[in-house]
């Protein structure tokens, strides 16, 4: 089962950039999706979360009002747009989906990608 990153590149400070995680050969349509930011040096944190219910969205606090999840289930997709992107938002950014239980969702998670890498210039 994979999950497969893309979108990510160089953006100005103040920029937009749009991720997409796709699922090959496994369909999404129960699982909650969530998305993580690597910064260099520092632990992976969540920054956002998309039930598949609802479905009900979550944010971290640093990204709240600049960035949006979205699923499209019939192409199998989530994603992130990210708008007003600062520095602090480079590193990589990872996609990982996790059954949509009561208990698990947007808490615990299965199936990782393998990245997608954001870079913002000054």
């Known amino acids: 089962l994979q999950l497969v990153e893309s979108g990510g590149g160089l953006v100005q400070n103040g920029g937009s950039l749009r991720l997409s995680c796709v699922a090959s050969g496994w369909t999404l349509d129960d699982y909650a999706i969530g998305w993580f930011h690597q910064a260099p040096g520092k632990y992976r944190e969540e920054v956002s979360c998309i039930s598949a219910s609802d479905p009900s969205t979550t944010y971290g606090d640093s990204v709240e009002g600049r960035f949006t999840i979205s699923r499209d289930n019939a192409k199998n997709t989530v994603y992130l747009q990210m708008n007003d992107l600062k520095p602090e938002d480079a590193g990589t950014y990872y996609c990982?989906?996790?059954?949509?239980?009561?208990?698990?969702?947007?808490?615990?998670?299965?199936?990782w990608g393998q990245g997608t890498q954001v870079s913002v210039s000054t």
């Open positions: 990982a989906a996790g059954r949509d239980d009561f208990a698990r969702r947007c808490k615990e998670f299965d199936y």
